[in-house]
């Protein structure tokens, strides 16, 4: 005879896996990676969809596979370019282990693992990522848990677990493998990945009119849905002010590499200077190079917001005349000056500076 906890695992298989699949082949979202589910194109959707809006996404994924169209191009791009073409989407960790994990598989021939166990061993790759790849682009019956996944769940059965304990992840992922089917994993994550991020949404109300999994759903049924899923209390974010200074040398730019480790590492930025200097406080800073004859023009304010910082920032552009003479100076100081096309192509500058990139490409 059957133990309570199989019966009720078995019933909540018949209950909501049809459903949920028939919902699916005719709700499911028109992505570009679902188009070619090849391991590769797998794999790079993923890592750019983490943190990441699907529509903000497209774009990226169609430029990036035209220059890099494969693992091996991917393994032997130059770091610029890499970071050029990742500009904007942010945590650019994401890409940096992208390329790493490209770069080991060289023994392999370029061939991504098909089994969860060894995707797991390459850099960049976690329990998501890795059963994502394994059940959409090999058809393994593994499970990719993510939030939408899991707000899906705790509310269909008003879990009071927290959602951003690993322990939690990990059971749900032991929890579904017990009712996903032998084929159709892929298509099983998918479904939960689209049902979370088009109809059990976050930050509003659910469509729970529209919801396939409505007559099985405890926090619809009974209006319970805020209360779910369970998360931890965010931390507060440190405050930082910066003074950004974007110094014009004819038709140039001043730019300076930030280190390769740390915050934003390995990108460039303009002249970025902590506090909110006044104008007298920039003309000083730049005086220590020997510059003169500076005309400066406040720029708008603009905020970034990563992850444990936010950065609030004023802006001034400043145009120098006769800068050469103090050119070495400035190379001392870690600056070189670049086109307004070697910043549009070349040069990989974060989003975190986003309003003055564009202010700056605005002028050439």
């Known amino acids: 005879m059957k133990d309570k906890t199989e019966v009720s695992t078995e019933k909540l298989k018949a209950q909501i896996i049809p ?3 028939k919902w699916f082949q005719e709700n499911k979202r028109e992505l570009p990676w679902r188009s070619d589910p090849t391991p590769y ?6 890592i750019m969809l983490q943190q990441t809006r699907v529509e903000a996404v497209k774009e990226y994924y169609a430029r990036f596979l035209q220059t890099l169209p494969t693992v091996e191009s991917l393994a032997k791009a130059p770091e610029d370019q890499l970071l050029k073409l990742w500009e904007g989407l942010g945590y650019y960790s994401r890409v940096r282990n992208l390329q790493k994990a490209a770069r080991v598989l060289e023994d392999r021939q370029y061939i991504l693992p098909d089994e969860k166990k060894l995707l797991l061993e390459l850099p960049g790759i976690g329990s998501y990522t890795a059963g994502a790849i394994a ?6 019956k593994e499970t990719a848990v993510d939030g939408n996944l899991l707000r899906v769940l705790s509310r269909l059965r008003e879990d009071p677990r927290c959602i951003d304990e690993q322990k939690t992840k990990s059971a749900v992922e032991a929890e579904l493998l017990e009712i996903y089917p032998e084929e159709g994993c892929g298509d099983c994550n ?3 990945m689209d049902l979370g991020a088009t109809v059990c949404v976050p930050g509003g109300a659910p469509l729970c009119h529209i919801c396939p999994l409505k007559p099985y759903c405890k926090a619809g049924q009974k209006g319970t849905w805020k209360n779910y899923p369970v998360r931890k209390a965010k931390a507060g974010r440190k405050i930082e002010d910066r003074t950004i200074i ?3 040398d004819e038709d140039k730019i001043a730019l300076h590499k930030r280190p390769d480790k740390g915050l934003l590492a390995g990108l460039y930025e303009f ?3 902590e506090g909110h200097l006044t104008r007298q406080e920039v003309l000083d800073y730049l005086g220590a190079f020997g510059l003169k004859s500076l005309r400066v ?3 708008a304010d603009a905020k970034h917001i990563f992850s444990h910082i936010e950065w609030h920032m004023i802006g001034y552009e400043v145009k120098a005349d006769e800068l050469e003479p103090t050119r070495e100076r400035a190379q001392k100081a870690g600056l070189f000056f670049a086109g307004h096309s070697q910043i549009r192509e070349q040069y990989p500058i974060p989003s975190a500076y986003g309003a003055y990139r564009d202010y700056v490409l605005e002028q050439s």
């Open 190 to 192: 998918q479904a939960f």
């Open 19 to 21: 459903p949920l699949r």
């Open 297 to 299: 023009r406040k720029l």
């Open 135 to 140: 059940s959409i682009a090999f058809g393994k």
């Open 271 to 273: 002249i970025n200077l």
């Open 246 to 248: 974007i110094l014009v």
């Open 41 to 46: 194109h797998v794999w790079l959707s993923e």
